[in-house]
C-alpha cells in the first residue's frame, strides 16, 4: 500500500516568486491535511479538505491556499513568498479526518532566499 | 484556547531502559482524542498512539503506552525496552470536538544512548 507522497521533496524558491506543492494520499483516505513546520513555531494547520472541500483553515494570510481533486490528491499554493515562508510543509492524510489518526509525507522542505 | 505543552524539551534514556515523556493540554471540550507521533531523522512523522477522551483505558502500542489522566489534562508517554531505533523527536498533539485540526506541544527530542 503506498504512503503519501508529497512533491517535490526540496525546494528553493526566490521572494516574491510563487509555489505549488503537491500531495498524493493514500488511496481510499478522504480527508488531507497541510502543515507548517519551523523550529520556531513548532507545528501549525494550514487547512484540511475532505472530499474536495476546505473543512477547516489556520491562520495563515491569503497567500497561502489549497484545493483537493477528485482522486483527493490534493495541491498548496504560497503567492509571493516571504522569507518566513521558509518552512517543511507537511501533507496528512486520514480516512475519516484528524481525530482517526493521520498517516503523514515526508514533507517539502522550501527555502526561500 | 487548546493549548498542548511539552515540557522536556530533551530527554536521553539508556538502551533497554525504560521513558517517559510529559505532555499536558488544555481543552474545554468532553469529547476530544490525543496522540503521540514520532519524527525521525528523516522527518517523516509517525503515528505512535492514538487515545480516546471517553475510554478510561490507556492506549498500549507494543513498548509503547500512555498514563492518560483526564482530569488533571495529562497524557504522558511511557517507552519500554527503549531501542535505537526510538531515538527522534516525539510530538504531543490533541484534536477536539468537530474542530478539524491538531493542535501540537512543541515536541521532546529523545536520545537513545547505547
Known amino acids: 500500500k503506498a504512503g503519501v507522497t508529497q512533491t517535490p521533496r526540496y525546494l528553493i524558491k526566490t521572494r516574491g516568486q510563487q509555489v505549488t506543492l503537491s500531495c498524493s494520499p493514500i488511496s481510499g483516505h478522504r480527508s488531507v491535511s497541510w502543515y507548517q513546520q519551523t523550529p520556531g513555531q513548532g507545528l501549525q494547520f494550514l487547512f484540511e479538505y475532505f472530499s474536495e472541500t476546505q473543512r477547516n483553515k489556520g491562520n495563515f494570510p491569503g497567500r497561502f491556499s489549497g484545493r483537493q481533486f477528485s482522486n483527493s490528491r490534493s495541491e498548496m499554493n504560497v503567492s509571493t513568498l516571504e522569507l518566513g515562508d521558509s518552512a517543511l510543509y507537511l501533507c496528512a492524510s486520514s480516512l475519516w479526518g484528524p481525530g482517526y489518526g493521520y498517516t503523514f509525507g515526508s514533507g517539502t522542505r522550501l527555502t526561500v532566499v | 484556547a487548546q493549548t498542548v505543552t511539552q515540557s522536556q524539551p530533551e530527554m536521553s534514556v539508556q538502551e533497554a531502559e525504560t521513558v517517559t515523556l510529559s505532555c499536558t493540554y488544555d481543552?474545554?471540550?468532553?469529547?476530544?482524542?490525543l496522540f503521540w507521533y514520532k519524527q525521525p531523522p528523516s522527518r517523516q512523522m509517525i503515528l505512535v498512539i492514538r487515545?480516546?477522551?471517553?475510554k478510561q483505558q490507556n492506549a498500549t502500542e507494543n513498548r509503547f503506552s500512555v498514563n492518560f489522566q483526564k482530569a488533571a489534562k495529562s497524557f504522558s508517554l511511557k517507552i519500554s525496552d527503549s531501542q535505537l531505533g526510538d531515538a527522534a523527536m516525539y510530538f504531543c498533539?490533541?484534536?477536539?470536538?468537530?474542530?478539524?485540526?491538531?493542535?501540537w506541544g512543541l515536541g521532546t527530542s529523545l536520545a537513545v544512548n547505547p
Open positions: 498533539a490533541h484534536n477536539a470536538g468537530n474542530n478539524r485540526k491538531l493542535i
Open positions: 487515545q480516546e477522551a471517553y
Open positions: 481543552t474545554s471540550e468532553s469529547d476530544y482524542y
